[in-house]
């Protein structure tokens, strides 16, 4: 019995770990901190293709957007623009999109994918092609530490289950 307890206690004390360790290991690498927001949407586009281009909270009444694929676009405080990517996008490449408002920069990734992005919409049903519902995947950038966490806390749960059912179980008889 005492075995029991003592597992038990293991695998509650992994699991608080386990709860712990996401918050250690959330450095995605993007030490892009800035005082406004942005966005470019979609982050993958194919070359001819447009974005959304949106910023929020800047004090300025505009926001420059540069990018080495597209043209320089002024965004008004509170509105979002369009950008036409170049034809001439190298596919697998990318590009960084630069926000600037009075000075201060944001940057994000823009992703060139194969094909033409004229007429080709994601998510579209495009003749012959069927619906484009996108890459899939429910791993896709989990870090080893986020799915150990996940492993750590899964295993708890069971346990504290079974230290549970093996308590009742021995107070009834």
């Known amino acids: 019995m005492r075995v029991i307890r003592v597992a038990s206690a293991a695998l509650l004390g992994a699991a ?15 030490h892009n901190i800035t005082s406004f927001g942005f966005t470019v ?28 694929v597209f043209d320089t676009v002024r ?3 509170g509105h979002s623009a369009t950008a036409r990517v170049d034809d001439d996008a190298k596919p697998g490449a ?17 992703t060139i994918r194969e094909g033409s992005g004229r007429g080709d919409h994601t998510g579209s049903v495009m003749p012959g ?6 890459a899939g995947g429910s791993f896709s950038g989990m870090s080893p530490g986020e799915i150990g966490a996940g492993a750590a806390l899964v295993a708890g749960a069971l346990g504290f289950g079974a230290h549970k059912m093996r308590r009742r179980s021995g107070g009834n008889v």
């Open 75 to 77: 965004l008004e405080e």
């Open 41 to 68: 949407s979609p982050s993958t586009v194919a070359p001819g293709g447009t974005v959304t281009l949106n910023a929020t909270g800047c004090e300025v009444p505009s926001v420059t957007v540069t990018s080495g």
């Open 16 to 30: 608080a770990l386990g709860l712990a360790a996401p918050a250690a290991l959330a450095d995605d690498g993007n």
């Open 94 to 110: 990318e590009y960084d999109v630069t926000f600037d408002c009075k000075g201060e920069k944001g940057t994000t990734p823009l």
């Open 129 to 134: 092609n069927g619906v484009r519902a996108g």
